[in-house]
């Protein structure tokens, strides 16, 4: 049983920061007892001004999120890493259930528009598999 995700991404500033931030507020709206990490392999040290709008637009909460390394997540604890770009595909990760979700890396306001509604159905879709018990 999945108690926990991690989305990863080199950076963590955009992608998996979004992830992050629509997979918390899907969790709390579906009541479920799952906990939400992102970090990056090299983590930039911000969060996108571009991913903060885009949330906020759309009434997503990033409050709290802040960029951080792998090393800053309980890795042994996470039962399941979403990889959301390819350059992440290169951390090891034995044992562990992997999804890749490679997503391009967003520069325009329309890009992180897309990559937010991407993650959105991506997001439901996992949380109904969760729930039904396929993951």
């Excluded at 983590?43 to 001004?49: D, E, F, L, Q």
């Excluded at 990033?62 to 390394?69: A, F, V």
């Excluded at 979403?82 to 290169?90: G, K, P, R, T």
């Excluded at 509604?117 to 598999?129: A, F, G, V």
Aim: glycine letters at 6%; a negative charge.
């Amino acid at each position: 049983m999945v108690k926990s995700i991690a989305f990863i991404c080199v950076g963590n500033s955009a992608r998996s920061q979004i992830a992050e931030a629509i997979a918390k507020k899907m969790i709390k709206d579906r009541n479920l007892d799952l906990k939400v990490y992102s970090a990056g392999t090299n983590p930039c040290g911000y969060i996108n001004a571009m991913a903060i709008r885009i949330l906020e637009e759309q009434g997503i909460s990033i409050e709290g999120q802040y960029s951080k390394g792998i090393e800053d997540i309980p890795l042994q604890e996470i039962d399941l890493f979403i990889l959301v770009c390819e350059q992440s595909n290169c951390l090891n990760l034995p044992g562990k259930k992997v999804i890749h979700w490679f997503l391009p890396d967003p520069f325009y306001y329309e890009q992180f528009y897309f990559i937010t509604e991407s993650l959105k159905s991506k997001i439901q879709e996992l949380l109904d598999m969760i729930q039904m018990g396929k993951i």
